[in-house]
């Protein structure tokens, strides 16, 4: 059974081979028809091999294949290793699950565009890159499928590439993204170095070996925490997320909020083992995830950009996740990881159906009451608002308590981790409302001669089923307070070591309470949002002139990018020109310069010898003729 | 008295080449050869070879030299323009090419003659006469002999051909 | 014999020298032309003297070869110089540069 896990991988492969290097023979049609059924593929064969994982007893689900062996240089020695386990196969089921669906949309989306079929190459690529990644137990390869989709996430953002702020936009993505993977290689040099091998499944068995040398855990974790950083969005390397807005709209919902900006968080995930014995790094997970969660938030709240809302949203969220991640409790960032997978793509992709509709206007003051013209697009979106403002029944309000409860146990009573978190989740429910509100409510604002309209049934389906996804995904984690098993929980635990499940024997009542609370405060926050958009929209401009100074640090994202266009780029441009006209006109360019120069000028002294005069050759011989004769003589 | 008039006559022989080489006008330089090459015969008689010397005159100093003036007088050829300056370096040279060449000729002279006997083989009478000439030619020098009158007919076509049409 | 080998050969070696520098300094092709008969005449010498002080007439036979041969290169020579001179009223062949490029 395990030998069918290659498949897995293989599928998107051929997809991308074959849109590619064929695609110039395929209709538009034929090249969105065979991503769309390679993704299908490797679905299918994800499915029906975690029934096959689900037969088996809890301690052994653990599938492997080992396909060949990548790079054997020495002791290092790279296996290309398959390993489907509780952990990867949740990751395996959103990726190609959701993928697919946004495979679909994109048929929808993307129609009439000149580059479809390299679109569909780039996004197969992608799949498969990102099935790499976290079906690898080898660090290499999986840091192979992590740079890969840093690969396609460039050539995706900047997939309108003759529009320069997109180019520009992509690069900046891959360069802040190198900043983490620098820190990622280190860490698995020191790793090989330690424990001399890279599988991740030895290490996490190797790892209690070494828990005395907290300073050794400590760099390696939190240089891993570094490249998880750069590639989730974290505070200070979240810049790029924003500007990543600039792909297509599903491509922001594939790669930009359900997949690859989770890498991090399954890459710590992963190494569970590892981290757990470092608490430093930990509490540093923590306080980071923390600090992006609550940040990202107070800026989505004055964007007007529909995606960008949802991007800053997207930010925040992974910030919950990582909160999770440093509270100990894995299972409940994965959890979060997986609800969020499913109402984030549900938003990105319903936010694609209205810029679809609007004839590309993605400024969310431009638009309003919608909800007449696309009722479908009004219904999921609503879905996946309340979802992820945590509103009871719906996905994201059994992850985020989960994440709430974590951080309120973890600090073993209120803590400011817990409260930030609260604080966040009240700012999560009143953005998304608000642009809810803005986009869907109020009066219409958007220019005479527009004909907002419904997307066609291939974009809804996949939105109708994501929309059921957003509320079906949370009952699988539904917790004992509630009456539920926490199916997701003791199905992950065997990899997720002892802190992951054991959290919930806590105090059932205090469990409830906070449930309480949030929602308390998620639908305070919608009410507020409800206040200030419908109710009285007068209030906005009120309050932006009220408090000038937060609306304008708000509304310019704190002003972030100046910052280190200011202290970063600046100073690196200046050093650039200085070496470019210092040492590389004046120095290098000189010696190489004169070099030449100095060739030339021996070149023309000699040539003086090569007159193109006879005369001057014959006398050349007849010197010649006169040594050889001398030559002759004196022996 | 024939070593007097030997040196008498190489003296004149190498003051009239140098002449020939040293002169401006094409003309005097071709009359000074045609006397060179009058000069050289008598040296080939008095080295006993009377029929070289008859032909140095009939070939060179008559036909050949002939030719030269008719060239020179066809086109019409004045005085060389005097260099535009006679530099340093083209001094030195010519006074360098002088000196290697010479000295090497003069070392060869000197050393290489060093073994040779210092007196002269006897000879038969009649040494350098026609006869003993002719009889090696038609005999033992047949295809050489045979062969340069090829290469004078092929010349006589090559120059007519040459001098004849405009290339 | 009249004079001694030595003799004549020195004389055979200052008329080839002042034939070469007649070849390597002159300008007029004419003038170099004849310079090479100089140089031809002075191996002419050399040998007319070999011949006598060896007392064999071969040295002579090739004067007589080498006379028809320059008989048949003046001949060409000439030729060439006239047709050079017909299509770049020179003989200075400082300026005949033809081949060079």
Known sequence: MSELLYLIVLFPLIGFLVNGLLGRWLTER?????????????????????????????????LTQTLFT??????????????????????VLVITGVGLLIHIYSIGYMRGDPGVRRYFAYLNLFMFMMLNLVLSDNLVVLFLGWEGVGLCSYLLIGFWFSDESKA???????????????????????????????????????????????????????????????????????????????????????????TMVTAGVYLIARNAALFSLAPVTMATIAIVGVITALFAATIAVTQNDIKKVLAYSTISQLGYMFMALGTGAFGAAVFHL?????????????????????????????????????PITFGVMLVGVLAISGIPGLSGFFSKDEILWAAFE???????????????????????????????????????????HE???????????????????????????????????????????????????????????????????????????????????????????????????????????????????????????????????????????????????????VRMIQTGRLQHYASMLLLGVAFILIMIMAS | MTSILFYMFASLLIGSSLFVVLNRNPIYSVVMLVFAFANLAALYF??????????????????????????????????????????AMDRWWFGGMVGVVGLTLLALVTRGMGPLRSSAADIDDGFGEI????????????????????????????????????? | MVVPIHHVIAIAAILFTIGVMGVLFRRNAIIVFMSVEIMLNAVNLAFVGFSRFHGNIDGQIFVFFIMTLAAAEVAVGLAIIISLFRNLSTTDISEINRLKY
């Open chain 1, 410 to 452: 973890h600090g073993g009573g209120v803590n400011l981790i817990y409260l930030a978190g609260l604080l966040t989740a009240g700012l999560t429910a009143f953005y998304m409302s608000r642009m809810l509100f803005l986009t869907f409510f109020g009066q219409s604002r958007w220019a005479d001669g527009k004909q907002p």
């Open chain 1, 338 to 374: 997986m609800t969020h997978a499913f109402f984030k793509a549900l938003l990105f992709l319903g936010a694609g159906s209205v810029i679809h509709g609007m004839g590309d206007e993605q400024d969310m003051r431009k638009m309003g009451n919608l909800r007449h013209s696309m």
């Open chain 2, 46 to 87: 008095l080295l006993e070879a009377y029929f070289i010397g008859i032909l140095q005159i009939l070939v060179y100093a008559g036909a050949i030299m002939v030719l030269f003036l008719f060239v020179v007088m066809l086109l019409n050829v004045g005085p060389d323009r005097a260099r535009p300056q006679w530099a």
């Open chain 1, 168 to 258: 520009r936009a992509g690069m900046k993505a891959f360069i802040v993204n190198r900043i983490g993977d620098a820190a990622f290689i280190i860490a698995m040099i020191m790793l090989f170095d330690r424990f001399g091998t890279l599988s991740m499944g030895d290490i996490a068995w190797l790892a209690p070996g070494v828990s005395g040398d907290t300073q050794l855990l400590t760099t390696i974790t939190m240089l891993l925490f570094i490249g998880a950083v750069g590639k989730s969005a974290q505070v200070p390397l979240y810049v790029w997320l924003p500007d990543a807005m600039a792909g297509p709209t599903p491509v922001s919902a594939l790669i930009h909020a359900a």
């Open chain 1, 455 to 605: 997307a066609p049934s291939v974009m809804t389906v996949p939105l109708i089923i994501l929309a059921f996804l957003a509320i079906a995904g949370g009952y699988l984690g539904v917790p004992e307070a509630l009456g539920g098993h926490n199916l997701l929980h003791h199905f992950l635990s065997p990899v997720l070591s002892a802190t992951a499940a054991g959290g919930h024997m806590a105090n059932e009542a205090v469990e409830m309470l906070l449930m309480l609370i949030s929602v308390g405060v998620a639908g305070s926050g919608i009410y507020l949002a409800f206040r200030i958009y419908i109710d009285k929209p007068e209030t906005a401009v009120t309050l932006q002139e009220k408090f000038p100074l937060l609306h304008r640090l708000s509304a310019n994202k704190f002003y972030v990018d100046e910052l280190y266009r200011a202290i970063i780029i600046r100073p690196f441009e200046m050093v650039s020109e200085l070496f470019w006209k210092g040492l590389d006109v004046k120095i290098i360019d000189a010696a190489v310069n004169g070099a030449g120069r100095a060739l030339s000028n021996i070149g023309g002294a």
């Open chain 2, 131 to 167: 006869a003993p000439l002719a009889t090696d030619l038609f005999s033992r020098y047949l295809l050489p002999f045979e062969t340069a009158a090829l290469l004078l007919t092929v010349a006589l076509i090559g120059t007519v051909f040459l001098a004849k049409r405009r290339i």
């Open chain 1, 30 to 62: 034929q090249s969105g028809l065979v991503a769309s059924l390679t993704v299908a593929g490797s679905f299918l064969i994800s499915a029906w091999l975690l029934l096959g994982l689900l037969t088996l007893p809890e301690q052994t689900r653990r």
């Open chain 1, 70 to 91: 990548w790079i054997p240089v020495g002791e290092l020695q790279v296996h290309v290793t398959y390993v489907l386990d509780p952990l990867s196969a949740v990751m």
